[in-house]
């Protein structure tokens, strides 16, 4: 086994691992990052993303206190608030020193939470369309900084253990193509991504069903960072949670359908039924939640989301990837019929079940009792609509998942902590392999870049301050 010594070893080369580690080594420290993909241009959530920088899907730069106000909202109790009171104070902070690194960020709509997103944007299309675009750059962008600091990238290089003092972290071992390697330290940070592409760990917090979900980012997140943090007596917390989005069910095989476009549009203003024609979840928690929901479903391919034509005409419309026209123009199975009966039947749902439930939403919907419905149906996030106008429409979904929303015990500080609340030195989590902010009942989501680039700052700043240069 070969052996290296540094300051600091960051355990992945995604947004989280590579603002952690630039900042580490602006601030004067030895840093080694390791990453498991061996290509210069390495796969991973952070090299595919769209590059929208917000928080819970609105402006980013709105302020300390709306920030806040809005993340106690979207994760209804769930977030630890020190690390809420981490984003809600370093957000702007993040995107600001990552224009410094030199990534350049456009308004790519008039949409709130679309104000600052990485130049150039995605193209607006189905399917993925990666190389050259926000990730990527920011990425390519990154990595030179981190290089221009004298930092070290090696690939193909997987972390498979931490390495322990007592009680301390000191130090971590890889697996590289030639052997095993050993590299002390006196930090380690680790921002590997989640544990979505490890299908023992989705079946055991995720859904029943890993092979029904479709991977809608690169599934390069296996959960070494759990694994290893779980090992050296780490808390873990809310790991059966997601984010992701709903997608046309034939995204399993299809790759024009995936990431985009999503319907979470139409399945926020119309309804979803399961197998026996039933709403089974709330519909007005948005996209993310339903994704969740369907990965729980006894046949996690077995949800439809019904529509009038108005939704389709309308929200079906939305969004940079719409479904309207882009999810049946690729191949998404997409019935169209002039009454609900005809519809179900081609969907292979029973009749008179879709007839009554459509019946009683329009019902609650025109009595202004939505919340009444079992399950509910929240009013005040998306706008609920009538389902009165003919054609109808049936789209057949499945969940998509992005990153798992759990993970490592964290505190406001990025610090892996211990079941008893306390922390464990010299180890710290940031991005997708942390766990603390998002997810609860409410599957609130709060936005997979800035909680990298905001606890990838803050681990290094607070190593930094400990580990001497
Ligand atoms: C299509 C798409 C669009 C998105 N759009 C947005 C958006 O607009 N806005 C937004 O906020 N979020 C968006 N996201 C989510 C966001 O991109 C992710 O939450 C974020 O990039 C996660 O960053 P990360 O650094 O935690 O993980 P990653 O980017 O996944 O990086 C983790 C890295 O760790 C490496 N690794 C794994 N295991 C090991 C190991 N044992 N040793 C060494 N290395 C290892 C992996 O290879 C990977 O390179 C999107 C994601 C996708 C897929």
Redesign the pocket.
């Known amino acids: 086994m070969s052996t290296m010594r540094t300051d600091v070893v960051v ?8 603002v952690a580690a630039n900042r580490a080594a602006e601030l004067g420290r030895k840093v080694l990052l ?4 061996a290509e210069p241009k ?13 928080v819970c899907m609105d402006d980013i730069m709105a302020g300390h206190d709306k920030l806040l106000a809005l993340i106690e909202r979207m994760t209804g109790g769930f977030a630890r608030p020190d690390l809420m009171e981490s984003i809600a104070r370093d957000a702007e902070r993040s995107v600001r020193w990552l224009q410094q690194q030199g990534i350049r960020f456009i308004k790519a709509s008039a949409a709130a939470h679309q104000g600052w ?1 990485v130049a150039p944007p995605g193209r607006t299309r189905p399917g ?1 369309e ?1 190389e050259g675009r ?2 990527d750059v920011m990425l390519r962008t990154l990595e030179a900084a981190f290089l221009a600091r004298c930092g070290q990238v090696l690939r193909g ?4 253990a931490l390495q322990m003092q007592g009680d301390r972290c000191i130090g971590v071992r ?1 697996q590289q193509a030639t052997g095993e390697i050993s590299i002390s330290a006196d930090a380690v940070v680790l ?4 544990f979505q592409g490890n299908p023992e760990l989705m079946a055991a917090h995720i859904t029943a069903a890993p092979e029904k979900i479709r991977q ?3 599934g ?3 959960g ?2 759990l694994r290893m943090a779980q090992e050296v007596g780490a808390a873990l917390v809310g790991l059966d949670r997601f ?1 992701g989005h709903l997608l046309s069910i034939d995204a399993l095989h299809n790759d024009q359908l995936w ?2 476009p999503y319907p979470d549009a139409v399945a926020t203003a119309a309804i979803v039924v399961g197998p026996d024609g039933k709403r089974f979840a709330d519909e007005g928690m948005g996209g993310v939640y339903l994704a969740n929901a369907i990965a729980k479903l006894p046949d996690a391919l077995s949800a439809v989301i019904i529509l009038d034509d108005a939704v389709w005409q309308g929200p079906g419309k939305n969004g940079l990837v719409p479904a309207n026209p882009h999810l049946p123009n690729v191949g998404g199975t997409f019935h169209t019929a002039g009454d609900l009966a005809t519809l179900a039947a081609k969907a292979g749902l029973p009749a008179d079940a879709v007839t009554a439930t459509v019946a009683s939403y329009n019902a609650a919907f025109a009595a202004g009792q939505l919340a009444g419905l079992t399950p509910t149906r929240t009013a005040d996030r998306y706008k609920p609509m009538s389902l009165l106008k003919a054609p109808f429409h049936a789209l057949p979904v499945c969940a998509g998942i ?2 798992t929303m759990g993970g490592v015990a964290i505190d406001g500080d990025a610090r892996v902590l211990r079941a008893d609340g306390g922390p464990i030195e010299g180890l710290y989590a ?4 942390s766990g603390g902010l998002e997810g609860g009942a409410s599957v609130g989501y709060v ?6 680039a905001v606890f ?1 700052l803050r681990a290094a700043e607070h190593l930094a301050a400990k580990v001497t240069a």
């Open positions: 355990v992945g080369g995604g947004i989280a691992g590579m390791l990453e498991r993909g390495y796969l991973c959530n952070s090299r595919y993303t769209g590059g929208t920088f917000h997103v993925l990666w926000s990730g290089t997987r972390a498979m890889a921002a590997d991504g989640g809608r980012g690169a390069t997140g296996l070494d960072g984010y990431p985009y992005t990153n940031a991005g997708a392999t936005g997979g870049l800035v909680k990298g990838g």
